[in-house]
């Protein structure tokens, strides 16, 4: 742990404290976080923040939460799923991030609330995510949004999702997605890699914990070789939206992180790889203890749509 940055160690100290979360049951995890006394941060300034409900299945509609920036309209959207795993967290979780990624890109930030497992599990999360960002393509003037430079992105369990409805969005032929900014992804669940070897306890987002999200998101074990749920095994990666894949240092997820961009670019998807140096899983979304860490990487980010929008344009 000797290159861990300061933040991180003392962040996974904090960590320690809670009990062995792959212990307790779902509702339970979710209700210990709920518990825990809000901290206030600074929250980036944005023109406004509105709600809606929005369809994924007859009867049934989701939340999302709409960051527009200041600015001229129509802007450029970012379709972002927030992570936990499949089973935790929610459009509150990445609110502060969300802001930031809408004041620093310029871009409308559209977070999806979609449903968790197990009570809904594999593929339910993934078809809310899909049909949001169908409904975002489709309404994109409605919330003053340009449907033509539509970026999906997401953290963990999110960066996932944004994978896999790139994946979708190619085989069903649309919406349009311009990126894909996959965040700590989770893109494989053999838990094999060598960083789950070297991080597998002790750093936050433990092996057994992974373990644990996976088991309640899938339905069967064989779920784990669906590319819908694994995208590094997909057979075919050629045609995919340019991507810039940033993982973290100490985090078990981050050598799947590094494969997935490296198939892509060996499919011929244009990618950009960033390894957060002495950071740990979880950092992007906790404003708190990472605020300086999190405006570096939305910079990066931010740098990667610019050099897109560039090309597209020249």
């Known amino acids: 742990m000797a290159n861990l940055d300061p933040k991180a160690k003392m962040y996974v100290e904090r960590l320690h404290q809670l009990p062995a979360l792959h212990k307790m049951e779902p509702q339970a995890v979710r209700d210990l976080y709920a518990r825990m006394p809000p901290v206030e941060v600074e929250l980036a300034s944005l023109v406004s923040i509105e709600e809606r409900l929005i369809p994924v299945g007859q009867d049934t509609h989701i939340k999302i939460r709409i960051y527009t920036p200041d600015g001229q309209g129509p802007f450029p959207l970012f379709v972002y799923y927030h992570g936990g795993g499949w ?27 979609y449903r968790l497992a197990p009570e809904h599990k594999f593929p339910v999360p993934l078809e809310d995510s899909y049909a949001a960002l169908k409904w975002v ?4 003037s409605v919330i003053n949004g340009d449907a033509s430079n539509l970026v999906v992105g997401g953290d963990s369990a999110g960066g996932n999702l944004s994978a896999v409805v790139s994946l979708l969005a190619k085989e069903q032929s649309g919406p349009a997605i311009a990126a894909q900014v996959l965040i700590y992804p989770c893109t494989d669940m053999r838990f094999d890699s060598p960083s789950y070897m070297d991080f597998q306890e002790g750093f936050g987002l433990n092996r057994d914990l992974m373990i644990w999200f996976s088991n309640h998101y899938i339905n069967h074990t064989y779920d784990k070789g669906n590319p819908y749920v694994s995208p590094l095994v997909a057979n ?7 991507a810039i894949v940033i993982t973290a240092e100490f985090d078990v997820l981050r050598d799947e992180g590094i494969a997935y961009a490296e198939r892509l670019k060996k499919a011929g998807v244009m990618v950009e790889t960033y390894c957060e140096q002495g950071l740990v899983h979880g950092y992007f979304t906790n404003m708190a203890v990472f605020s300086e860490q999190i405006k570096g990487t939305i910079s990066r980010i931010g740098d990667f749509l610019i050099k897109l929008d560039q090309a597209i344009t020249s």
Do not use: K, Y
Not at 89 to 107: F, I, K, P
Not at 137 to 140: D, V
Not at 236 to 242: T, Y
């Open 87 to 113: 089973v935790i967290g929610d459009l509150e979780t990445v609110d502060a991030s969300c802001r930031m990624l809408a004041n620093q890109t310029g871009r409308i930030v559209v977070s999806v609330d």
């Open 236 to 242: 075919d990666l050629s045609d995919l939206p340019p």
């Open 137 to 140: 393509s489709e309404n994109a």
